[in-house]
């Protein structure tokens, strides 16, 4: 019999789940991704022209395993005029032994976000340097605060330094991050944060750089997760050339869109610069190798997230 | 709010519609689906070697309407060993307008079988005889019967003779639609089926073909539901050559699998034979032009019919 989980039974899930647990979900996801062991057919799509909508069809699964995952995600920018989100979208998941529909998860896009978070402390986990001084978060929104929180699981810092756009979001992700136990700073220079911070996260729809590359310090790694399209850009393209490790989620994907692409059409990087994070996983490839390295990674979402995090809120349920 | 309805529901619903309110509903679809008004995106598919298994998901829009929808429908073949049905899946309504999850059907494949029904008693609307004699069904398993209960909607005769491979299903089929009020003579001679009845449906997995153009007498029209790959074949290739009109649901899909397909490879009949059964609801094309005359439809199934089968069921849930 088919499970329908509602948005308000997966917050309340999620709650109850080891941060550290999701990490490893979403990290043995990338290693079988980076190990070919993860189907992932081409992306449905359809456009609403009119509505300026949009909805993205993302479905795969892992060889072998027990699921498979169809995810549904749209984006109608027009809601914001009828004080609607513009994201909605479900993921659903079946049996890979007989097809049966297992759970409707009834996320609203929320569960592409958690994973988007876990990520972020995937890759902390295997390129920070091993002593974070202080955490620098480029972005106050809501991937700003996961990101933070997630990287509560893999780091035992718990400072941070915050930049935003406004003074009232800095004092709402303030006043939110403080009760989950991080002593929060913030600032409206994101120089100060490549003085001051070792680990930095950026988590922004910026359509221009905003971490420079003659800001960085040695020792530095930094991860980007806004880009999501070929027009958005958080880091200068010099700061990849710069960077003595450049990884990626999905090469393939890097081809296409994010600061990988962006660094690349400026001519900064080639391919050859690339690894890919669940090959450094894997141990394949090397990624950081020494505390005076600095390194960069962008992740532009892989369907085996989509994949991962399904199952463990699914286990969670159980 | 999201719309859950379960299987048990989606049966009470139709129960409680009017079999001519879905027959409408798919007419209406057909007069989009010819007239260039939907968007239907290339079918996703993820195949399951090992099991035996494969999942399709189809998709697409009226543009313009009130809703999109996406349909994932699995068969997984050694399901059977389990005692488990091969078919799986839902249908999911999306809001065009915002992106919302309107509803989500767990219909397990039932709907599919509806929309086909439905499809059937469509074609037999505008090209059967003016006067139906007698109706046939060569097929009695569930789809031959859902075919019987849905030309109900748009003949007045309640007499069939139907063909099926053992006495036990043949017994089983009358049993069940005796119940409905028809009246039902059982063969196991398809012949038998040319030479009385004016009004044939098929509906069956065979892979050779069960009817004859030499058994059909002038006057009678058939519609053929069961091939849906290019293995399957129910209609002699002769007979298509022989019908004074051809009929296809997506002329588009009758290149590459079914009746039409079949008819095609074996040099019988040409593109320019074809017409598209929306063209004909259209008044586009002309279909049957007297009582004398022999035609052939062949279904395949569109997408735009499954549109139409989850609105009316939502419709009436309201």
Redesign the interface.
Same mark, same amino acid.
């Given at each position: 019999m088919?499970r *329908?989980v509602t948005l308000e039974e997966i917050l309340r899930v999620l709650e109850n789940i080891d941060r550290s647990d999701i990490v490893t979900a979403i990290e043995e996801g990338f290693k079988a991704f980076s190990n070919g062991e993860v @189907?992932v /057919? /081409?992306v449905? +799509?359809?456009i =609403?022209k009119e #509505?300026e $909508?949009e909805?993205h %069809?993302k479905? $795969? =699964?892992i060889k072998g395993d027990d699921y498979?995952v %169809?995810k *549904?995600a &749209? $984006? =109608?920018y027009k809601?914001r005029e !009828?004080g !609607?989100s /513009?994201? &909605? $979208?479900?993921m659903?998941m =079946?049996s #890979?032994?007989?097809? +049966?529909?297992v759970c @409707?998860l !009834?996320d +609203?896009g929320h569960l592409t976000n958690i994973r988007t978070a876990a990520a972020g402390a995937v890759v902390a986990k295997h390129l920070a340097p091993s002593r974070v001084e202080r955490i620098g978060i480029i972005g106050a929104g809501y991937q700003g605060r996961l990101q933070l929180e997630f990287l509560g699981a893999v780091t035992e810092c718990r400072e941070a330094l915050v930049w935003g756009v406004s003074d009232a979001e800095l004092k709402s992700y303030a006043d939110a991050m403080s009760s989950k136990g991080f002593e929060i700073t913030t600032t409206r220079h994101t120089a100060e944060i490549a003085e001051t911070c070792n680990l930095i996260v950026t988590a922004t729809p910026s359509e221009k750089p905003l971490l420079k590359a003659e800001d960085v310090r040695k020792g530095t790694h930094i991860t980007a997760v806004g880009s999501d399209t070929e027009y958005k850009i958080e880091l200068e393209p010099e700061l990849l050339e710069l960077a003595d490790g450049v990884v990626s989620d999905s090469i393939a994907q890097s081809q296409l869109r994010g600061e990988i692409y962006q660094s690349r059409k400026a001519g900064k990087i080639v391919d050859e610069d690339l690894m890919e994070l669940g090959r450094i996983i894997n141990k394949r490839e090397p990624g950081r190798t020494n505390d005076e390295q600095i390194t960069v990674a962008d992740l532009t979402g892989v369907a085996v997230q989509d994949i991962q995090i399904c199952k463990a809120v699914y286990k969670a349920l159980a």
């Open positions: 088919q *329908i @189907v /057919p /081409p449905g +799509e359809m =609403f #509505q $909508g909805a %069809i479905y $795969g =699964f498979y %169809i *549904i &749209s $984006g =109608f809601n !009828l !609607l /513009p994201n &909605s $979208g479900l659903l =079946f #890979q032994k007989t097809g +049966e529909t @409707v !009834l +609203e």
